[in-house]
């Protein structure tokens, strides 16, 4: 008496589905969060504040030109902001990404200029 087994059931078949849906839905929450009042993106240059752009109120995109030895561009759209050029040599800083929600950073070492996000929003919690 021979018993064929199935290498997949339906059951199977319900739970990778609903585990694949879950894990898209919350990519897609994280990633697409809305831009808080209070973003603000603060630009630094050797560790000195030179520029804060309110990510709400960019109406459209532009293209902002810091200079420098390695000639770092950064793109501001509605609601973020982004490494677009560097003439740095491995290119870390642009292919960081878009930065939208507070605590995000993005730094070229070699031109030693950072990007990072701060909120209004007050601390949920404390560490350490």
């Known amino acids: 008496m021979a018993v064929s087994k199935k290498a997949v059931c339906k059951g199977d078949v319900f739970l990778i589905t609903a585990l694949?849906?879950?894990?898209?839905?919350?990519?897609?929450?994280?990633?697409?969060?809305?831009v808080r009042s209070g973003a603000t993106a603060v630009v630094e240059i050797d560790g000195d504040e030179v520029a804060r752009y309110e990510l709400s109120r960019q109406t459209e995109e532009r293209i902002v030109e810091l200079g420098?030895?390695?000639r770092?561009?950064?793109?501001?759209?509605?609601?973020?902001i982004a490494f677009y050029h560097s003439g740095c040599p491995d290119q870390t800083c642009v292919r960081t990404g878009t930065l939208r929600t507070p605590g995000q950073v993005a730094v070229?070492?070699?031109?030693?200029?950072?990007?990072?996000?701060?909120?209004?929003?007050p601390y949920d919690g404390m560490t350490g």
């Open 72 to 80: 770092v561009q950064l793109r501001l759209a509605p609601g973020e």
């Open 68 to 70: 420098g030895a390695y």
């Open 20 to 34: 694949l849906l879950l894990a898209l839905g919350l990519f897609l929450w994280f990633t697409a969060l809305p």
């Open 108 to 121: 070229c070492l070699p031109a030693r200029v950072s990007v990072r996000i701060v909120g209004e929003e």
